[in-house]
T-cell receptor, first 114, second 113 residues
Framework: GAVVSQHPSRVICKSGTSVKIECRSLDFQATTMFWYRQFPKQSLMLMAT?????????EQGVEKDKFLINHASLTLSTLTVTSAHPEDSSFYIC??????????FGQGTRLTVV | LAKTTQPISMDSYEGQEVNITCSHNNIATNDYITWYQQFPSQGPRFIIQ???TKVTNEVASLFIPADRKSSTLSLPRVSLSDTAVYYCLVGDGYGGATNKLIFGTGTLLAVQP
């Protein structure tokens, strides 16, 4: 099946710094990718829709200036958490849907801000 | 997007059949029902999708009554490795490029020896 790869799988950063998370579709092109955040023992919460060649669409309550999304190619979307704070610590997951088949998810990135 | 309701948790023993029911009273005519499985610290994985009646694949069966207001995921003879959170989602088709996947609370299935 199609594979979606995230990098890094886990990252620890200092408060105030920025962290970039990559999401790649390895064997198919994805004009759209989705970014989710998941806190412990909670469900996935959709943060934004990443659109290749255009601006991302953010869900209500998600700060676009804090969570920068860039979809520079048909196989890569990046999420940058800017000026990270401990409350941004979470599990971030991307997904890449394909036409007429199920959406594939990355393995997730565990972000810890200290 | 139709809202879904599932039990928060379920317990089972190895070798038993497990049925997880999901309610989706406001399902639309063009909505499909999709189930995902998620292990701790991993992304969700597709299990099965259906529109009506019954669908079966190598890992599960999905039962959908005629009114489509609910669905039941059936896992035959579960093992310890089936311990995971199971999400029921309702949406247009596979939730493809033009659709988002909105996750509900999910059901934490705990399989014991």
């Amino acid at each position: 099946g199609a594979v979606v790869s995230q990098h890094p799988s886990r990252v620890i950063c200092k408060s105030g710094t920025s962290v970039k998370i990559e999401c790649r579709s390895l064997d198919f092109q994805a004009t759209t990718m989705f970014w989710y955040r998941q806190f412990p023992k909670q469900s996935l919460m959709l943060m934004a829709t990443s659109n290749e060649g255009s601006k991302a669409t953010y869900e209500q309550g998600v700060e676009k200036d804090k969570f920068l999304i860039n979809h520079a190619s048909l196989t890569l979307s990046t999420l940058t958490v800017t000026s990270a704070h401990p409350e941004d610590s979470s599990f971030y997951i991307c997904s890449a849907p394909q036409e007429n088949t199920e959406a594939f998810f990355g393995q997730g990135t565990r972000l810890t801000v200290v | 997007l139709a809202k879904t309701t599932q039990p928060i948790s379920m317990d089972s023993y190895e070798g038993q059949e497990v049925n997880i029911t999901c309610s989706h009273n406001n399902i639309a005519t063009n909505d499909y029902i999709t189930w995902y499985q998620q292990f701790p610290s991993q992304g969700p994985r597709f299990i099965i999708q259906g529109y009506k009646t019954k669908v079966t694949n190598e890992v599960a069966s999905l039962f959908i009554p005629a009114d489509r207001k609910s669905s039941t995921l059936s896992l035959p003879r579960v093992s310890l490795s089936d311990t995971a959170v199971y999400y029921c989602l309702v949406g247009d088709g596979y939730g493809g490029a033009t659709n988002k996947l909105i996750f509900g609370t999910g059901t934490l299935l705990a399989v014991q020896p």
